[in-house]
């Protein structure tokens, strides 16, 4: 179990597009289409952001998009805006009803 | 609206023990699988535990197995996370969370702090 690795950091300025990379093994992220991304305020909740890979749960913006290929996931923000600055976690179902995080990537809006 | 309000963190010492609660409203409990997940100060967030709709099954993350308990009364529409044998390494913030293959809806969190 262990965590799936996310770049500590990456930033854009508004409007641009920034992606987030998350890798794990062919036994979480590679072997399973239940990839989940969280967006995390300071001292908030977290909240989903994406489900199935590439899902948007109802509310949240089309700017914000997933995709896999092999063991590695990745969340895009297009058009970024300053409220997208936050931290942003990835989730995969790893076998045996158990789920794996990513370590977490903060999104600065320069 | 879904509401998911977390309860019973607070102070303790090493190899201690503590309970925490999570009600639930605005969703049909009964047919939904709870998780809790935790996160460490300025840590990340981490995965412990899942229990079925009716409670029959549960599984934990290697971290906790063994020393957590995770269970629920659909009655009272409330999650439970019975927490033995405490650690330092413990300490966080303890929220609860709605679904199975994705985390739909979150608590605000309690924060447990394992200290001497």
């Known amino acids: 179990q262990s965590a799936l690795t996310q770049p500590r950091s990456v930033s854009g300025s508004p409007g641009q597009s920034v992606s987030i990379s998350c890798t794990g093994t062919s036994s979480d992220v590679g072997d399973y289409n239940y990839v989940s991304w969280y967006q995390q305020h300071p001292g908030k909740a977290p909240k989903l952001m994406i489900y199935?890979?590439?899902k948007r749960p109802s509310g949240v913006p089309d700017r914000f998009s997933g995709s896999k290929s092999g063991n590695t996931a990745s969340l895009t923000i297009s058009g970024l805006q300053a409220e997208d600055e936050a931290d942003y976690y990835c989730c995969s179902y790893a076998g045996s009803y158990t789920y794996v995080f990513g370590t977490g990537t903060k999104v600065t809006v320069l | 609206e879904v509401q998911l309000l977390e309860a019973g963190g607070g102070l303790v010492q090493p190899g201690g023990s503590l309970r925490l609660s999570c009600a639930a409203s605005?969703?049909?409990?009964?047919?939904?699988?709870m998780n809790w997940v935790r996160q460490a100060p300025g840590k990340g967030l981490e995965w412990i535990s899942v229990?079925?709709?009716?409670?029959?099954?549960?599984y934990y993350a290697d971290s906790v197995k063994g020393r957590f308990t995770i269970s629920r009364d659909n009655s009272k529409n409330t999650l439970y996370l019975q927490m033995n044998s405490l650690r330092a390494e413990d300490t966080a913030v303890y929220y609860c969370?709605?679904?199975?293959?994705?985390?739909?809806?979150w608590g605000q969190g309690t924060l447990v702090t394992v200290s001497s």
């Open positions: 199935d890979v590439t």
């Open positions: 229990i079925s709709d009716s409670g029959a099954a549960s």
């Open positions: 605005g969703f049909t409990f009964s047919i939904s699988a």
């Open positions: 969370a709605k679904g199975i293959t994705s985390l739909e809806h």
